[in-house]
């Protein structure tokens, strides 16, 4: 993985242009997903754990927004049930083009890995396949908010029975006590990790166009009105959470 560190942000900008999945983020990626999504590490490698209970034999799991393959790396590295493949989704070229790299570097260091598909494409026209797995991690936030329901009906119509959507978001909160509060100690992990009170403020109004957090209700509400039938959180940390929602 790219050992390049996130200064994206670090001189002013005279206009902050919305945050895009573009060749220079491509570069610094890893980093600034890391210090920037607090329990970023934590929540890929259990996905990896989460999904080897709930994937099925012959079946598809999908990494949705896959980016440079964080999430397809781990299923790989923990599922071990036969005929499995992993399919990465992903619209950034530049994105789709490093992950088939990073790919290609897992595959010469290990053996017997699950076999894999990166497509480039968009995850609201894909035609989806039987799957026992589906992560969309970090993903969903980047939709637009009126296709989420559509996407994640289709994404349960797809589901095998024992199977689960793995979802992780950042989250905003109706209470606005605890959404300050949350925000302010997610700026104070961002300070922890080195960033800048400037490169805190560019990047969240880069963001802030592009990026549409739900609230842990919303998510609740739309993924049992998409069809699932529990929802159930697994991980949070400050204002990040990852949520399996069983078929
Ligand atoms: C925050 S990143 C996901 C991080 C990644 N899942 C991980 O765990 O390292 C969001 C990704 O979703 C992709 N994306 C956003 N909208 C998409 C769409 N409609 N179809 C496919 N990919 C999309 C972006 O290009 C970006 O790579
Ligand atoms: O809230 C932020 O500032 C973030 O950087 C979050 C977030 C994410 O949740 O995906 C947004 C964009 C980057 O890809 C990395 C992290």
């Known amino acids: 993985m790219s050992k390049e560190s996130d200064r994206l942000f670090a001189q002013p900008l005279a206009q902050v242009p919305d945050f895009a ?12 997903i890391k210090r920037s999504v607090p329990g970023y590490p934590t929540i890929v490698e259990n996905l990896g754990v989460l999904a080897a209970q709930f ?3 012959n079946s598809v799991l999908y990494d949705l927004g896959s980016s440079l ?3 397809t790396q781990a299923l790989r590295r923990h599922v071990r049930t036969d005929g499995c493949r992993v399919i990465a989704v992903d619209n950034s070229a530049a994105m789709v083009e490093r992950c ?6 897992q595959d010469s260091m290990f053996q017997e890995l699950l076999p894999v598909e990166v497509i480039e494409g968009d995850i609201l026209a894909l035609d989806f396949q039987p799957a026992s797995v589906v992560a969309l991690n970090f993903t969903l936030q980047f939709i637009a ?9 289709r994404i349960r119509q797809s589901l095998l029975p024992g199977g689960a959507l793995i979802l992780s978001e950042k989250l905003r909160f109706n209470d606005p006590e605890e959404h300050a509060l949350l925000t302010d100690l997610h700026i104070a992990f961002k300070r922890a990790n080195g960033y800048s009170e400037l ?3 560019q990047k969240r109004s880069a963001i802030e166009n592009v990026m549409k957090p739900d609230s842990l209700e919303e998510h609740r509400e ?3 009105a998409a069809g699932f039938s529990k929802v159930v959180p697994w991980f949070q940390c400050l204002n990040f959470a990852s949520l399996i929602a069983l078929p």
């Open 199 to 201: 490169e805190i403020a």
């Open 69 to 71: 393959g964080a999430v």
């Open 145 to 153: 908010p009126d296709q989420r329901t559509a996407l994640l009906s």
């Open 55 to 57: 994937a099925q034999p």
């Open 100 to 105: 088939r790299e990073y790919l290609n570097g």
């Open 21 to 32: 999945f573009n060749e220079d983020v491509v570069r610094v990626f890893p980093d600034m």
């Open 222 to 224: 739309r993924l049992l």
